[in-house]
Nanobody, 119 residues
Framework: QVQVVESGGGLVQAGGSLTLSCTASGKIPAITVTDWYRQTPGKERESVAGITGGGSKYYSDSVKGRFTISRDKAKNTAYLTMNRLSPEDSGVYYC?????????????WGQGTQVTVSS
């Protein structure tokens, strides 16, 4: 039905930057919200940023001021630009989208992309 694919992860030195992409494809009348989460070994999955269909953005306190979420609605693609990265930002980053089918809202998740920040 809907596929979500993340990309852009990799290895970066502390203080560096990365931009992640999240592209949704398939039957998508509208996306109500796109969220970025990260999973670090030994920790609970953490929501780091999100953007609503109306363009409102939100960030966790741990990334506020360093990460920026944006999107290209025409391409059903969201981006997470991460600056001033630290080893604590390492983890698997997942993108989730909620698709509005008028009579229901369905969530879809990608497989994740690994971000590793070396000290």
């Amino acid at each position: 039905q809907v596929q979500v694919v993340e990309s852009g992860g990799g290895l970066v030195q502390a203080g560096g930057s990365l931009t992640l992409s999240c592209t949704a494809s398939g039957k998508i009348p509208a996306i109500t919200v796109t969220d970025w989460y990260r999973q670090t070994p030994g920790k609970e999955r953490e929501s780091v940023a999100g953007i609503t269909g109306g363009g409102s953005k939100y960030y966790s306190d741990s990334v506020k001021g360093r990460f920026t979420i944006s999107r290209d609605k025409a391409k059903n693609t969201a981006y997470l630009t991460m600056n001033r990265l630290s080893p604590e930002d390492s983890g698997v980053y997942y993108c989730g989208v909620v698709v509005d089918y008028e009579t229901r809202l369905d969530p879809f998740w990608g497989q994740g992309t690994q971000v590793t920040v070396s000290s």
